[in-house]
């Protein structure tokens, strides 16, 4: 008798942990597809639209000029989420602002696509941009509450999920819109928002309003005890950081036009983006790798200014003489961006530190980057050529370098930031 209510209580006990078992790898598998859907869906509102930009604005009525004004909105909706985020984020939790984020970005790709009038586009592609910008910030810090025991490996497929959905709107778009009409192929994407809402309904379910209560994976709230912007070290990441998307986001915008006039099809310019977006994959594992590894890294950086240099110089002077080069090249100059990201946590000791110079750096870096493309398209419009604005990508380049000279000495912010 003693031996069977022994043998039942073990039972019982093994059945309980199995069902715990179960209940979490559900769990999780479910916000791992949430986690993937929602990292796919973070870039296409930008790809979708540059290789189409002169098409649409040829329909509803603006003029090229204009296009460097779009180009403007992801990098100024990018800004404004990383200062709006972590007051969602406190007020609804992370999962209820992921969820709010991807209806977001849905709603405005899908609205946008029916508009017909420039100003709509506009207010429609921020909403869209804004959704994204959340994700942004909200995605890593899920990883880490959920995966804490796969940080790397789930941090790596949510960094060639992005890769993905900024490569593949690129080399569809422009085949979709001849297919099907500009509207078919903005528009489509929609359903990637609203499908990466859908996961995020059943976590919300599933966790019954502790997700509001949880804190796992959210930045300690004690003050720092320095200010980022007292740092020569925040500073430098901050022009690294902020060169780097003023030049990766003037080039998503116009190297489909920089092409067109060089005689290229605008499937071919749409080919191009999705390839600059590829070779940004590679870079995405190999340079994080590089910084940790070295102690001063600024030689790769160095390198990653000879390859804009290059290319910048290959599509001015003879764009298609051997343009898959120029964008190859192209591609490898922004792997400043994984390093700066990298540096962010080789530069401090401290989470308050991190999510400091984290804020400071993205926060200046992105709202600098505002400026980049339509700078690019007002100095094409005024001069007629490209030289301008390909010298601005060069200046830009240089500050790059100047930012790095900083960010990659081998010291904390934590002892500069007093100074």
């Known amino acids: 008798m003693t031996a069977t209510l022994e043998q039942t209580t073990t039972r019982l006990a093994a059945d309980h942990v199995e069902q715990r078992r179960r209940a979490l790898t559900e769990g999780r598998l479910l916000v791992l597809a949430a986690i993937v859907v929602s990292a796919l869906t973070l870039r296409v509102a930008v790809t979708a639209f540059s290789p189409l930009a002169e098409r649409i604005g040829a329909d509803i009525g603006y003029s090229t000029a204009v296009i460097g004004v779009f180009g403007m909105i992801p990098t100024a909706m990018f800004a404004v989420s990383g200062l709006l985020t972590p007051i969602f984020v406190r007020r609804l939790g992370l999962e209820r602002t992921a969820m709010v984020a991807m209806l977001m970005a849905g709603l405005g790709m899908l609205i946008r696509a029916t508009i017909g009038s420039t100003a709509a586009m506009f207010v429609f592609s921020a909403l869209a941009l804004g959704g994204m910008g959340i994700g942004n910030v909200v995605i890593p810090p899920l990883v880490k509450r959920y995966f804490p025991d796969r ?73 720092p005890k320095g200010k980022a912007w007292r740092s020569p070290v925040a500073w430098g990441m901050a022009g690294m950081f902020g060169m780097t998307s003023l030049t990766t986001y003037s080039i998503f915008t116009w190297l489909p036009k920089i092409l067109g006039e060089a005689g290229a099809s605008a499937a071919f310019g749409g080919t191009m983006v999705g390839l600059f977006a590829l070779v940004g994959l590679v870079s995405a594992f190999t340079a994080p790798t590089i910084v940790a590894r ?24 003879a764009p298609m003489g051997a343009p898959v080069l120029w964008v190859v090249l192209l591609g490898l100059g922004p792997s400043t961006f994984p390093m700066a990201l990298t540096l962010i946590n080789l530069r401090t000791r401290t989470p308050q530190g991190s999510a400091s110079l984290s804020g400071f750096t993205q926060g200046v870096g992105y709202a600098v980057a505002c400026v980049g493309p339509l700078l690019f398209g007002m100095l094409h419009t005024a001069t007629g050529g490209w030289l301008a604005p390909f010298a601005m990508l060069s200046v830009a380049v240089l500050v790059l370098l100047t930012g790095a000279w900083q960010a990659c000495k081998p010291r904390m912010l934590e002892d500069t930031w007093n100074q």
């Open 294 to 317: 070295f102690s001063n890294p600024f030689p790769f950086v160095v390198g990653c200014a000879l390859f804009f240099f290059i290319a910048f110089a290959g599509l001015l002077i």
């Open 151 to 223: 940080l790397a490996v789930v941090s790596s497929l949510y960094i060639t999920m992005v890769q993905l959905g900024t490569v593949v709107p690129a080399l569809i778009a422009v085949p979709v819109a001849e297919a099907h009409g500009w509207r078919i192929s903005l528009g489509l994407w929609a359903v990637l928002g609203f499908a990466a809402a859908l996961p995020w309904i059943g976590v919300l379910r599933d966790r019954r309003g502790r997700d509001v209560l949880d804190t796992t994976g959210l930045p300690a709230r004690q003050e």
